[in-house]
């Protein structure tokens, strides 16, 4: 079926090109469209009914009107010149607050930006005057919006609503600061904007370079870029779509993560077929060009498609988990590999037919073999010193594995810039009222019978939770406009996302709710702190189930793929050590070395999948190649070291590419964590898995590897795939693994 499809493609090579500009093009234009109806800001929401805290959200939306996409943003109003505020002042500010809820917000638009393809965030804000400061050094407002923090539309109309309460409170002789979640992400996407510019052309820089050193070709250079964009273009409308008819909700990171993740492994399926189409160009120079393509793609496309599937099906398992923030990414990002697998098996090879030898123009390359370069000697390397290379590997491996040591899981969402004014408005809130006062836990009271409840039902249990230690006020408990529901506001001295925060209310705030909470009524408590308490939980029990579901599906892949028990059992013994030394290095740099609460808690589950499954494409192809050179004759050290020597640079580039794809994450705020380990994550597969210690393994096991298998020893002129009328590519020993075998 690879073969046919491949074939079809390189006999229909501009008809292919066509089509797939087509539909990558308009689906690039329609994502932004398509993902702004999917995406799920609040993250309460991706909790099963069953946590306390999503009962918590129910009671809010039925019974106080709680909008599931609503954010507040907390306005801090006080006088410039440092003094109390007057009553004059409250009656000013309030006057202010009613007038700015009035005022619809328009939201900002370029002259030239197409208004069907963005969605109009314009809205009116509810505005409510909050709380005042003790020392009535400041009054709070909270702004009630709706949207996703993350969406740009969104971030606009907070801005432009920033700029009115501004100009509003200054003519008053008051100055303003704005905090809370939307205040949070549009301030860090400011300040990490020229950072995100220069990384993103940074990475294209780098491919770039990459490939005009590997293949000194301007389409080379260029094309795996375009194809590349192209295909995931196509890929993320496929994503939304798909959200969009299932009615699947997606994390607002979805689409960033999807956008990275397909530029990597695209780049690195494209630079396979290369590598492979330039050595196939060498060995056979009278072969038509369309059919070396056709050749290549048909062959290569099977380790690509084994890789592929590998993700897709390391990711199908997330849809076991409980958590929705992950049962939704595991859909997504399979969809999203799925259609760059197609665009590998169809746009590329298409691409390697209609270019032909023109592809590494101007290069002369193609009209000589090379020389074994620094890929040849380490080859040899591999092949004489394999005990030696396989002990550097795991001890490094180990190494880093020990920082593992005393792991916490920080579920905390911070993780903005500490520098902006939106955290410097936090701080001066904090010095005066309790740290979680704009973002509080809320007990949500009502009747089991689904009737009216009374205020002074709750006087007690509003006593007793101010008692308990971390509690800094308790606000009284107020009705819900139907009168069947009522709420209490806490305020815990610790901020909401912190794990003392997560503590207070898992233990003490909930054993004084269930103690206390009148007969006949029902309590859930709410918050963020209360919902981060529950998704450690649901957390927990998807480590536990996901990994073991995502390594046996992985496990039968390798098996079907490499026809052998054996070496499906040295790749998974990889990769998991892979897995473990970046988990551990990860925690020694963001939680010992720098004193951190912990590692984020998406870390381990986000890196083992994409650690194990994308890693896994490296170890395929290398374990893919070494088989093919120990069906040629000669002794299997000797295998090893073409396999070595053929793979490197491809594997190499590839790597480098990934990396410095998920490299650019550290630009998104609250992302510093996941980018680094997924880059070194990826260069460990790369470099010291795939280029060490499988070839090492390789060596020292020889044909026994294949076991229960035997790789035949039928010279390679017999065997079909076998190029003829050319001997350039007879079995070449290099002279020093020829002495040491």
């Not at 590598?275 to 072969?287: G, H, I, K, Y």
């Not at 013994?573 to 984020?600: E, I, K, S, W």
Request: proline content about 6%; aromatic content about 6%.
């Amino acid at each position: 079926m690879i073969r046919a499809l491949t074939g079809f493609a390189t006999r229909n090579a501009w008809k292919v090109i066509a089509l797939w500009a087509v539909v990558g093009i308009g689906l690039t234009f329609l994502s932004p469209l398509l993902f702004s109806r999917v995406v799920q800001s609040q993250t309460g929401d991706f909790l099963p009914r069953s946590y306390d805290s999503a009962a918590a959200l129910r009671v809010a939306e039925d019974h106080f009107g709680l909008d599931p996409d609503a954010t507040v943003v907390t306005v801090l109003v006080a006088r410039t010149d440092g003094r109390a505020l007057t009553d004059g002042d409250q009656q000013r500010i309030e006057a202010g607050a009613a007038r700015l809820g009035e005022r619809r917000v328009a939201m900002p638009r370029l002259p030239d930006e197409p208004s069907f393809l963005l969605p109009d965030h314009s809205q009116t804000p509810r505005v409510a005057p909050a709380m005042l400061a003790p020392d009535r050094s400041f009054e709070l407002l909270a702004v009630a919006m709706t949207g996703d923090t993350g969406d740009q539309g969104v971030q606009k109309v907070y801005k432009a609503f920033r700029d009115s309460a501004r100009a509003e409170f200054a003519g008053a002789g008051m100055r303003t600061g704005f905090t809370g979640g939307l205040a949070d992400a549009s301030d860090s996407a400011d300040a990490n904007r020229t950072a995100a510019t220069v990384g993103g052309a940074l990475l294209m820089g780098l491919i770039v370079l990459l490939n005009v050193l590997v293949f000194r070709s301007v389409l080379a250079a260029l094309l795996p870029l375009l194809a590349v964009a192209i295909i995931g273009g196509a890929a993320s409308g496929a994503v939304a779509g798909m959200a969009s008819l299932t009615g699947l909700k997606l994390a607002p990171s979805t689409q960033s993560l999807i956008s990275v993740v397909l530029l990597g492994i695209g780049v690195d399926y494209l630079l396979f077929l290369l590598f492979r189409f330039r050595e196939q160009l060498r060995a056979r120079p009278d072969q038509p060009a369309r059919e070396a393509a056709a050749e290549v793609s048909g062959r290569v496309g099977t380790a690509i498609t084994s890789a592929a599937l590998t993700i897709v099906a390391a990711f199908a398992t997330l849809g076991v988990a409980s958590f929705g923030q992950f049962r939704s990414l595991g859909p997504a990002v399979a969809v999203a590999v799925l259609v760059m697998l197609l665009g590998s098996l169809t746009l590329m090879p298409a691409l390697l037919a209609a270019c032909g030898r023109g592809m590494f123009w101007p290069s002369r390359a193609l009209r000589r073999q090379p020389r074994e370069g620094v890929a040849g000697r380490y080859g040899e390397l591999v092949a004489r010193r394999p005990v030696a290379l396989l002990m550097t590997a795991v001890v490094l491996l180990g190494v880093l594995t020990a920082g593992v040591a005393g792991i916490r899981m920080n579920y905390g969402q911070g993780g903005g810039t500490s520098d902006t004014p939106a955290a410097a408005t936090a701080a001066e809130i904090a010095r005066a009222l309790p740290a979680s006062v704009s973002d509080p836990t809320t007990v949500y009271l009502t009747a089991k019978d689904g009737g009216a409840v009374k205020v002074e039902q709750f006087d007690t249990l509003a006593r007793e939770l101010g008692r308990v230690d971390g509690i800094g006020q308790v606000g009284r408990p107020a009705l819900s406009p139907d009168g069947r529901a009522a709420r209490i506001d806490l305020y815990p001295t610790a901020d909401a996302q912190s794990k003392q925060a997560r503590d207070l209310v898992a233990g003490p705030v909930r054993a004084a709710v269930a103690a206390h909470t009148p007969a006949g009524t029902s309590a859930h408590v709410g918050g963020t702190a209360a919902i981060f308490a529950d998704i450690s939980t649901a957390v927990d029990h998807d480590l536990a189930l996901v990994f073991p579901v995502a390594a046996g599906l992985i496990a039968l892949i390798l098996l079907l793929l490499l026809r052998s028990l054996l070496a499906p059992l040295v790749l998974m013994l990889a990769v998991g050590a892979g897995f473990a030394a970046t988990l551990g290095a990860a925690t020694l740099v963001f939680q010992h070395l720098r004193n951190g609460p912990g590692v984020d808690f998406t870390l381990p589950l986000v890196l083992f999948l994409f650690v194990v499954a994308l890693g896994t494409d490296y170890n395929i192809l290398i374990t893919d190649r070494i088989r093919e050179e120990m069906h040629r004759p000669g002794p299997a050290r000797a295998a090893v070291a073409r396999a070595v020597r053929h793979t490197t640079p491809t594997i190499a580039t590839a790597g480098l590419v990934l990396a410095g794809s998920f490299a650019t994450l550290a630009a998104t705020p609250g992302t510093e964590q996941t980018a680094f380990a997924l880059t070194l994550g990826i260069l460990l597969s790369a470099g010291v898995l795939s280029l060490a210690l499988v070839p090492a393994v390789a060596a020292l096991l020889g044909r026994a590897l294949w076991w229960p298998l035997r790789t035949t020893d039928a010279p390679r002129e017999n065997r079909p795939d076998a190029p003829r009328g050319n001997r350039s590519d007879a079995p070449h020993v290099p002279s020093a693994v020829r002495q040491h075998l």
